[in-house]
């Protein structure tokens, strides 16, 4: 079983500022990992796949790096509709998957 | 625009078999590479990965679920359905079905999801 750790698990920032949150996997997953955006009471969003590819209509704001086992995403510019929960994904295992436990991006 | 949408009783009793339907619209279930997840969220929790399904019949299930879930492919109706079966309270979630494609596993389509409470 691949398993994935996300740090923090919570964090408090302001509009305007660089987020990061990292990926880490318990084995090398090379790019396979995915990235998601979950606000309160909704389905989630898919943001980033292959570890940096942003889908079509995801803002430029969005950016993913890593292979391997360590993966980021950073939002270079906080805006107020980023504040939501973040999700690591690995496909590594496809077409099974497993999700990381999340980040919580809260308005400081 | 594909839509998904849940359907199911909201609320299940111990020991009972959960069953829900997604059900497709705007797309065909039989679109070659699509492949038809159920994922849950217990409340207040992440993401979990309860199994996935092509148009063929081809499933794949988390080992967590492999004894207790079960998928099928309904092609006349365009849906999917999940039956869990001996639920306890542990499995009260949202279940949210959603579309993959590629080996990347990109899911870029998901239903609004549907609370399923298991209580007596």
């Known amino acids: 079983d691949i398993q994935l750790t996300q740090s923090p698990s919570s964090l408090s920032a302001s509009v305007g500022d660089r987020v990061t949150i990292t990926c880490r996997a318990s084995q090398n997953i090379d790019n396979y990992l995915n990235w998601y955006q979950q606000k309160a009471g909704k389905a989630p969003k898919f943001l980033i796949y292959?570890?940096?590819n942003l889908l079509s209509g995801v803002p430029s704001r969005f950016s993913g790096s890593g292979s391997g086992t360590d993966f980021t995403l950073t939002i270079s510019s906080l805006q107020p509709e980023d504040f939501a929960t973040y999700y690591c994904q690995q496909s590594y295992s496809s077409p099974g998957f497993t999700f990381g436990p999340g980040t919580k991006v809260d308005m400081k | 625009q594909l839509q998904l949408q849940e359907s199911g009783p909201g609320l299940v009793k111990p020991s009972e078999t959960l069953s829900l339907t997604c059900t497709v619209s705007?797309?065909?279930?039989?679109?070659?590479?699509?492949?038809w997840n159920w994922i849950r969220q217990q409340p207040g929790k992440g993401l979990e990965w309860i199994g996935n399904?092509?148009?063929?019949?081809?499933?794949n299930y988390n080992p967590s679920f492999r004894s207790r879930a079960t998928m099928s492919v309904d092609m006349s109706q365009n849906q999917i359905s999940l039956h869990l079966s001996s639920v306890t309270a542990a499995d009260t979630a949202v279940y949210f079905c959603a579309k993959h494609f590629s080996d990347y596993v990109v899911i870029d389509s998901w239903g609004q999801g549907i609370l399923v409470t298991v209580s007596s």
């Open positions: 399904i092509y148009y063929s019949g081809s499933t």
């Open positions: 292959a570890a940096s």
């Open positions: 705007r797309s065909s279930i039989v679109s070659v590479g699509y492949h």
